[in-house]
């Protein structure tokens, strides 16, 4: 089996974590799948909660970070995220939602982030008929219009289907209710 810790995270990913700076604070990554993004944040020194539907791919994960120094600052937890988290709202420093299935995953897990934390969001590409479940033009800046401020925002129309785009975003929760 491959170390997950040599997988590469999404380069939008690392991107965001410099803008968001080295706060070392609380993270969600969800869905996780077999932690490259939980692992990166954890080596940083953020406590991170790594939550995914499905158990083999945490199961993973717990192998691959037996015995780094990071393994006390990762949690595991088995969840459908399309249903409302198990977790306090505005838990969260970070949330991350890379590659999720289902815009329900953003929609439960943007209630768990603080005020003046950030969302990390990032689709899948558009391979193969996987475009069926990318969003719509607009969709993610509309489930997060109130309350958020997107600092970094890129669609990308699929080629020959105006119905959906990619999406790479980073959100800012506000910091007082809007």
């Known amino acids: 089996m491959r170390r997950l810790s040599n997988e590469p995270t999404s380069a939008f990913f690392r991107r965001c974590i410099e803008r968001v700076g080295d706060q070392r604070k609380v993270a969600l990554d969800v869905p996780s799948g077999q932690g490259r ?3 990166h944040l954890a080596k940083l020194g953020w406590s991170v909660v790594a ?15 037996a015995g780094l120094p990071t393994a006390q600052s990762l949690s595991l937890v088995v969840l459908d995220a399309t249903r409302e988290l198990p977790f306090h709202r ?7 939602v ?15 982030v603080r005020r003046g ?4 969001f990032e689709t899948f590409g558009a391979q193969g008929r996987n475009w069926r479940a990318l969003p719509r033009p607009l969709q993610v800046a509309e489930l997060l219009t109130v ?29 007082s209710p809007r």
């Open 98 to 112: 890379i590659h999720a299935l289902s815009l329900d995953v953003l929609v439960q897990a943007k209630e768990t």
């Open 117 to 120: 934390g950030h969302l990390i």
């Open 51 to 65: 939550a995914d539907i499905d158990q083999e791919s945490l199961r993973r994960l717990q192998l691959a970070q």
């Open 90 to 96: 505005e838990s969260f420093d970070l949330v991350v």
């Open 147 to 175: 309350g958020f401020e997107a600092l970094i925002y890129q669609e990308k129309p699929v080629s020959g289907r105006p119905e959906a785009v990619t999406v790479k975003a980073l959100f800012q929760k506000g910091a």
């Open 37 to 39: 993004h939980a692992l």
